[in-house]
C-alpha cells in the first residue's frame, strides 16, 4: 500500500531522519515507537504532505509522491497530537468543515456525521462548543474528523495519551475494527501494552529505523528463545547435563537462553532423577524489547 | 482555484470572526465614528460656506477663478469621502490578525493544512473573510453620508453623487486597498513566529503606502483618468502581493513554528 524507502529530513541543518525506510500494509497495524525527538511525529507529517521530504521516496499505490503532495493529504486521515478545533463551533459544524474540505458530497457527510457521532457516543453533545468538552471527548471527535472521509490510511499520533482507561480501550477497539474493514493503520505511540496488544508490524526510531518486525521475530531476535524449567534436584547434577547450553540456575528455576530443542534436555534431567515440575517458554514484553533497544542505542552513542 | 473550497474557508472563517464580541463591536463602532467626524465636520463646512463672503479669496490656490458654492462644497465631501476609506483599511487589519490568531490558539492549523486544500484557495478564502464584513460595514457608512452630502447640496442646486469619481474610489479604490491590506498580514502570517506580529509588520508596511495613495486621491480626485491609473495600480500590487504570498507561504514553517 504505501513504500517509504530512504526517506531523510532536517531541520536547520541538524538531521532528525536518516534513510528511514519501511512498508505499511493494507489490514495491517503499524506502530512507530521511539523516545521523544525521535522523529515520528515528523515522520508522520512528512506522509501527510505537511513537510517536504529532502532524499528518498514514498510511493502510494504504486504512484510516486512528490513532496507535499496532494494524493498523500487525499488518501489519508490523520489524528494529529493535539486535536485542534473551532472552540466556539459544535461538533456538527466542526465536522462539517473539515469533511467539505475533503470533497464529501453534503447528504453523504451529514449521515456520515450523525452515524459516527452516534458511534462514538457524541450524539447528544452535537449541538455544543467543542470548547466545553473534555479531553476524552475531543479525542473522539478528532478521532471521527480523522475517519469521517474513509481513508485507506490512518495515521494516529498518540492517539491515547493522557486518556482515561475507557477512552484508551476505545481507542484500542477502534483501531482493531479498522484493521478488520482494511484499513491501515499508523500508530505513533509511547503506550509498550497498547502497541503490543494491537500490532502486525513494530518499527523502533530513533533518527533512523533502528529495528522493525513482528514482535515475536523482535523477542526472539533480542533476547533469542529462552525457556524456563522449574525443578527439584541436585543442582550439581543440573550443571553437568546442561553443560554446553547457555543456562543459569535461579533459586527453584533453570533459565536455558538460545534453546533449539528441549525435549533432549528434559530426558537428561528425567533420567537423572530431577524432578520437572514446570516447563515454558520466558515471556519478553514490548517493554523489555524497547529498554534493551533504547539502552543499546544510548551505548552507541 | 476550487470555488467551493474558497467558500468553504470564507463561510468557516465569517461565522467565527463574527461570534467574537471584539470584531463585532469593530465592525459596528468604528464605521459609525468616522461617520459621525466625517458627517458633522460635512455639515459645519456647508453652514461655513454659505458665509462664504466672509472667507477671503486668498483662502483659495491662485488662478482658482470663480468658485461657486456647490464646487467648494464637492471638494470638500470629495475629499471626506476619502478620509472615510481609511475605515475598512483599518477594520480590516484588526479582523484579519484575529482570523489568523484563532488558527494558531485554537491548534486548528495542522489539521487543515493536512486536508486537500489548496495554499491558494486557503489564502484567498482568508482573504475574503476580512473584506466582505468590513467593504459591508463600511459601505452602509459611505452611503449614508453620501445622503447626508447629498441633501445638504441639493439646496446649493445640485445633487453632487454618485459621480465618476465616487464610483472610482468606492467600488475600486476602497476594495482594492482593503485587500492589499488583508494580503500584507496574510504574507507576514506565514513568515513570522507570531500572528500578531503580522498584523503590526504588515500595519507598519502597508499605512505609509495607503497614506500616499490618499494624498495622491486628494490632488487627483478631480481628474477621474488619474485617479483610475492611481486605483488600478493598487489592483496591480493585490494581483502581485497576492502572487508572492501564495508563493512564500510555507507549510514547514508554519507547522513548525506554530504547532
Known sequence: ?301 | MNTKNIKIIFSKDMDELLSLNIVKFSIIFFPILFLFILSSVLVISFYQIGHMSSIPLSTFPAGTGDIHNIQIFYYLALNYLILLSVVPLGLSTTIASYSIVGEKQQRTIEPLLATPLDDRDLFFGKLLAPLIPTLIASYISIFIYTIIADYLSSSLGKIIFPDTQWIIIVFIFIPSSTALEILFTLLFSSRVTDPRSAQQISGMIILPIIIVFILSLFYYSYEPILLLILTFSVILADVIIFRIAVRLFDRERIITRWV
Open chain 1, 1 to 301: 500500500m504505501l513504500n517509504v524507502n530512504g526517506i531523510c529530513k532536517s531541520f536547520n541543518n541538524r538531521n532528525v531522519l536518516e534513510n528511514v525506510s519501511f512498508k505499511l500494509e493494507r489490514g495491517k497495524v503499524f506502530s512507530y515507537l521511539g523516545p521523544n525527538g525521535a522523529g515520528k511525529t515528523t515522520t508522520i507529517r512528512i506522509l501527510n504532505g505537511l513537510l517536504k521530504f529532502e532524499c528518498g521516496e514514498i510511493i502510494l499505490e504504486n504512484e510516486k509522491m512528490n513532496p507535499y503532495d496532494v494524493r498523500l493529504r487525499k488518501r489519508s486521515g490523520l489524528l494529529t497530537e493535539n486535536p485542534g478545533f473551532y472552540e466556539r463551533f459544535d461538533a456538527v459544524k466542526n465536522l462539517r468543515f473539515f469533511g467539505s474540505l475533503q470533497g464529501m458530497d453534503d447528504n453523504v457527510l451529514n449521515e456520515r456525521i450523525t452515524e459516527m457521532l452516534k458511534e462514538f457516543g457524541l450524539y447528544e453533545y452535537k449541538n455544543t462548543p467543542v470548547g466545553t468538552y473534555s479531553k476524552g471527548m475531543k479525542q473522539k471527535l478528532a478521532l471521527i474528523r480523522a475517519l469521517l472521509h474513509d481513508p485507506d490510511i490512518v495515521y494516529l499520533d498518540e492517539p491515547t495519551a493522557s486518556l482515561d482507561p475507557e477512552t484508551s480501550l476505545f481507542v484500542r477497539n477502534l483501531i482493531s475494527d479498522l484493521r478488520k474493514k482494511g484499513k491501515s493503520v499508523f500508530l505513533s505511540t509511547h503506550n509498550l501494552n497498547e502497541a503490543e496488544q494491537i500490532s502486525d508490524w513494530v518499527a523502533f526510531i530513533n533518527r533512523t529505523i533502528v529495528v522493525q518486525g513482528p514482535i515475536e521475530n523482535l523477542k526472539n531476535m533480542l533476547f533469542g528463545k529462552t525457556v524456563i524449567i522449574e525443578f527439584e534436584g541436585e543442582r550439581e547434577k543440573i550443571r553437568e547435563i546442561l553443560k554446553n547450553y547457555d543456562f543459569e540456575i535461579l533459586d527453584s528455576r533453570i533459565k536455558i537462553r538460545n534453546v533449539s530443542g528441549i525435549s533432549k534436555i528434559l530426558k537428561d534431567l528425567l533420567d537423572s532423577d530431577i524432578n520437572v515440575s514446570y516447563v515454558y517458554p520466558e515471556e519478553h514484553n514490548l517493554e523489555e524489547i524497547y529498554m534493551e533497544l533504547i539502552s543499546n542505542e544510548y551505548k552507541k552513542h
